[in-house]
Protein backbone atom coordinates (compact mmCIF):
# COMPACT_ATOMS: atom_id res chain seq x y z
CA UNK A 1 0.00 0.00 0.00
CA UNK A 2 2.89 2.26 0.85
CA UNK A 3 4.17 1.38 -2.36
CA UNK A 4 1.54 2.46 -4.59
CA UNK A 5 0.98 5.77 -2.89
CA UNK A 6 4.66 6.98 -2.99
CA UNK A 7 4.01 5.80 -6.96
CA UNK A 8 1.55 8.07 -7.08
CA UNK A 9 3.19 11.15 -5.17
CA UNK A 10 5.66 11.04 -7.61
CA UNK A 11 3.71 10.61 -10.88
CA UNK A 12 1.44 13.35 -10.00
CA UNK A 13 4.02 16.51 -9.64
CA UNK A 14 5.82 15.14 -12.61
CA UNK A 15 2.44 15.23 -14.99
CA UNK A 16 1.27 18.30 -13.36
CA UNK A 17 5.10 19.98 -14.66
CA UNK A 18 4.42 18.30 -18.32
CA UNK A 19 1.46 19.70 -18.39
CA UNK A 20 2.59 23.39 -17.23
CA UNK A 21 5.20 23.03 -20.15
CA UNK A 22 2.91 21.22 -22.52
CA UNK A 23 0.92 24.84 -22.08
CA UNK A 24 4.07 26.86 -22.14
CA UNK A 25 4.61 25.28 -25.89
CA UNK A 26 1.56 25.99 -27.06
CA UNK A 27 1.32 29.68 -26.27
CA UNK A 28 5.13 28.92 -28.31
CA UNK A 29 3.00 28.17 -30.83
CA UNK A 30 4.27 24.41 -31.34
CA UNK A 31 0.34 22.21 -31.38
CA UNK A 32 2.21 19.37 -31.92
CA UNK A 33 4.70 19.22 -29.05
CA UNK A 34 2.07 20.42 -26.38
CA UNK A 35 0.13 17.81 -27.76
CA UNK A 36 2.80 15.34 -27.22
CA UNK A 37 3.55 16.75 -23.93
CA UNK A 38 -0.23 16.30 -22.55
CA UNK A 39 0.12 12.35 -24.46
CA UNK A 40 3.24 12.15 -22.05
CA UNK A 41 1.54 13.23 -19.09
CA UNK A 42 -1.27 11.32 -19.47
CA UNK A 43 0.97 7.95 -19.94
CA UNK A 44 2.70 9.43 -16.57
CA UNK A 45 -0.04 8.83 -14.57
CA UNK A 46 -2.16 6.20 -16.44
CA UNK A 47 0.70 3.22 -16.80
CA UNK A 48 1.82 3.02 -13.56
CA UNK A 49 -2.16 3.11 -12.07
CA UNK A 50 -2.93 0.41 -15.12
CA UNK A 51 -0.06 -1.86 -13.48
CA UNK A 52 -1.47 -1.37 -10.07
CA UNK A 53 -4.59 -2.37 -11.19
CA UNK A 54 -3.86 -5.54 -13.32
CA UNK A 55 -1.65 -6.55 -10.17
CA UNK A 56 -4.82 -5.86 -8.18
CA UNK A 57 -7.01 -8.54 -10.23
CA UNK A 58 -4.51 -11.14 -11.02
Given at each position: ??????????T???A???????????????????????????????????????????
Amino acid sequence: MIFEVLILVLTTPTAIKTINYGRWARKQGNKRGAFGLYLLALLTVVIPLGIYILNILR
